[in-house]
T-cell receptor, first 113, second 114 residues
Framework: AQSVTQLDSQVPVFEEAPVELRCNYS??????LFWYVQYPNQGLQLLLK??????LVKGINGFEAEFNKSQTSFHLRKPSVHISDTAEYFC???????????FGRGTSLIVHP | ETGVTQTPRHLVMGMTNKKSLKCEQH?????MYWYKQSAKKPLELMFV???????ENNSVPSRFSPECPNSSHLFLHLHTLQPEDSALYLC?????????????FGAGTRLSVL
């Protein structure tokens, strides 16, 4: 069985500060990992994905994430956030034996001026 | 434009009404999904269709009835809903059912049941 834990339900940060949104997963087999972003009144859109290869993955809008197999983590980072990054962020995992992603509860990133 | 369009964007209905949610994807995908999103809960997968055949039904109450007439369209028919069914209903599509399963979402229908 696969599961995802997003440790922070809300992360407030000031504009131009760095941010890290944490995600841990559990799975007994190989995994594919995703981060989705949901802006207010919109659906989810793919931010970045890890399928294989380099453990450091770069996505849209300056975000990146690092796959750490030993710690079963896939934390999302951005060195300098903007007001427009205010949104809900969802981590998701797909295990080798399944095709359905399991989503975390989401982390609300709130960027203050 | 995400390529997945949902209508209506907002819906208010009484518990005795019958209504339908519509989803259309313009991406040439073969799999479509219905999710329920409630505040601070993980997305709940409701139904999966692959090539117009229902392949997943996650113990969803019968007051929700999906329909997939072709690979581009997906409906969710609603009847005798309960107030706890109020939520954002998201439609998604993917190329197929295989991994990795990158999903493309619509903007959702915000449903309020009075």
């Amino acid at each position: 069985a696969q599961s995802v834990t997003q440790l922070d339900s809300q992360v407030p940060v000031f504009e131009e500060a760095p941010v890290e949104l944490r995600c841990n997963y559990s799975s007994s087999v190989s995994v594919y990992l995703f981060w989705y972003v949901q802006y207010p009144n919109q659906g989810l859109q793919l931010l970045l994905k890890y399928l294989s290869g380099s453990t450091l993955v770069k996505g849209i809008n300056g975000f990146e994430a690092e796959f750490n197999k030993s710690q079963t983590s896939f934390h999302l980072r951005k060195p300098s956030v903007h007001i427009s990054d205010t949104a809900e962020y969802f981590c998701a995992v797909v295990s080798g034996g399944s095709y359905i992603p399991t989503f975390g509860r989401g982390t609300s990133l709130i960027v203050h001026p | 434009e995400t390529g997945v369009t949902q209508t209506p964007r907002h819906l208010v209905m009484g518990m005795t009404n019958k209504k339908s949610l519509k989803c259309e994807q313009h991406l040439g995908h073969n799999a479509m999904y219905w999710y329920k999103q409630s505040a601070k809960k993980p997305l709940e997968l409701m139904f999966v269709y692959s090539l117009e055949e229902r392949v997943e039904n996650n113990s969803v109450p019968s007051r929700f009835s999906p329909e997939c007439p072709n690979s581009s369209h997906l409906f969710l028919h609603l009847h005798t809903l309960q107030p706890e069914d109020s939520a954002l209903y998201l439609c998604a599509s993917s190329q197929d059912r295989g991994s990795p399963n990158i999903q493309y979402f619509g903007a959702g229908t915000r449903l309020s049941v009075l």
